[in-house]
């Protein structure tokens, strides 16, 4: 785990150049919701990168929830309109709280994505816009779901933006 901290660290350092928050979660949950055609997703923030330097321990919580497919499925993937909710809440990193509130712009995706070995994962991502004019991107990728979607899952991780 160490290790990972490190490398996403290391990734993390070019960006902070750019006046934006770079944020990375892992674990946590997935599960479907709104008749199995939505998502809820709960994760651990473990870094940020706020521009001042890089953080990394178990710092706060991602929560994304998405409205319901506009097209495809869960198990097959998809696109969702915009709208549902992201929030990030990290109290006191480099001495200051970051949070954000806002909603998912139109054309985030959910891709299967078929392995080897004829298991699968799934990779959400997409852009989100807050009320005062913030706005991010993101992208997950979930744990091996085995044959497809079964209704609930882990975040292997989610690596977040904003501006």
Not at 14 to 36: E, F, Y
Not at 56 to 85: E, N, R
């Amino acid at each position: 785990m160490k290790t990972l901290l490190h490398v996403f660290a290391v990734l993390l350092l070019p960006l902070a150049a750019l006046a934006q928050t770079d944020v990375v979660a892992q674990g946590g949950i997935i599960t479907s919701r709104g008749q199995g055609q939505a998502l809820a997703i709960s994760s651990t923030v473990i870094g940020v990168n706020s521009g001042s330097g890089v953080t990394a321990g178990f710092l706060g919580a991602v929560s994304i929830v998405t409205p319901v497919l506009s097209t495809g499925t869960l198990a097959a993937g998809g696109t969702f309109p915009a709208g549902g909710a992201v929030s990030i809440v990290v109290p006191g990193v480099s001495g200051t709280q970051l949070v954000y509130n806002g909603t998912l712009t139109t054309g985030v995706t959910w891709v299967k994505s078929k392995l080897a070995n004829g298991t699968a994962s799934y990779i959400l991502s997409g852009s989100f816009t807050s009320p005062t004019g913030a706005t991010g991107s993101f992208a997950l990728l979930t744990s091996n779901v085995g044959a497809g979607w079964s209704g609930v899952t882990t975040v292997t991780s989610l690596n977040m933006s904003v501006n």
